[in-house]
């Protein structure tokens, strides 16, 4: 499948109704038990006429839309894709990384003004746009790779950055709920993010999961910068 063709597929789960595919279901259901069951002329005219629109109507809502296991597979291919083979060959992180170096891994669909959403059966709000991050922990800095994308246009994002421990100033956990709007639809979005702020005010922003756990993570980057300054 071309790329384009893929865009296009993401851009239909975005668009149509998820309950297009089993309202054809549904219509071709009773077209058939008219069919089969019905002993009239108008039975047979009716199962002649909603047999054929329940059958369009399934595949107008099944075909040509991409499902949640391909923005699955898209985000594992984006992840695996980062890698810090420049680690173990450039001269400037020789002794700086472990032999077996901790490496740490942030995604999230992005929300901002622009962006198409949409909300699961699960309730969780999905977006066209996502970040996809890696972290490794070297002995002096935190080197972070971000790649932000789209599913349903071209383009990618890059940002690389080593965060000296000697330029950090705090690390957080930031929450922050927004107002949305895509079609005739609004949308509530909640993040949350680690906020690394470092040299001068600057902040490197990694989404990560909202729970109790959000904030013990924070504290042990901390404890790793504190411990590396000591």
Known sequence: MNKQREQKNYINYFKKWDGMGMLGAILMIVGFACLWLGRSFA???????????????????????????????????????????????EPRFRRRYAKEPEILTFSDYLFREGVMLKRRKSGALCSSAYLCAQMMILTDAFYVKMREFSFVSDGVSNRD????????????????????TFGKGSYTARTCNLVITYNGGKTCALPIKDDIYAEQFAERLERIVKGAKS
């Open 43 to 89: 039975a047979y005219v009716m199962a002649v006429f909603l047999m054929p629109i329940g059958i369009a109507v399934f595949l107008y809502g099944s075909i040509g839309r991409a499902s949640e296991s391909d923005f699955k597979n898209e985000i594992e291919d984006r992840m695996e894709a980062i890698g810090f083979r420049e680690v173990e060959e």
């Open 161 to 180: 950055e080593e965060i000296l421990f000697s330029e950090i100033e705090s690390i957080g956990v930031v929450r922050d709920t927004q107002s949305l």
